[in-house]
């Protein structure tokens, strides 16, 4: 089992940057995949980047460019830089972890972002 608790959320206005954390309860290096979804109100939850064991990234085309997925495994720590934000990037980020076919996801962080 991995617990996950993200941080960083905030709001930040239209063309700003933010830095989300994910600290998972366990070492992260052998976690088949971490990554980072988001939830608009009204709207279903969307993957929004995805790094696997192997160092693999995968983005959402609406914020590739702009956000970028990274890790520190000695921290136990995933990252989601997020650069020229979008009033339309507002959402709750949630940290998704898949290990041993299950998957584990965080509290979620609020991010606004004002026109």
């Known amino acids: 089992q991995v617990q996950l608790v993200e941080s960083g959320g905030g709001l930040v206005q239209a063309g700003g940057s933010l830095t989300l954390s994910c600290a998972a309860s366990?070492?992260?290096?052998?976690?088949?995949?971490m990554g980072w979804y988001r939830q608009a109100p009204g709207k279903q939850r969307e993957l929004v980047a995805t790094?696997?064991?192997?160092?693999?990234?995968n983005y959402a085309d609406s914020v590739k460019g702009r956000f970028t997925i990274s890790r520190d495994n000695r921290k136990n720590t995933v990252y989601l830089q997020m650069n020229s934000l979008k009033p339309e990037d507002t959402a709750v980020y949630y940290c998704?972890?898949?290990?041993?076919?299950?998957?584990?996801w965080g509290q979620g962080t609020q991010v606004i972002v004002s026109s």
């Open positions: 790094l696997t064991s192997d160092s693999s990234t």
């Open positions: 366990r070492s992260i290096f052998r976690i088949n995949a």
């Open positions: 998704h972890a898949s290990l041993l076919q299950s998957d584990y």
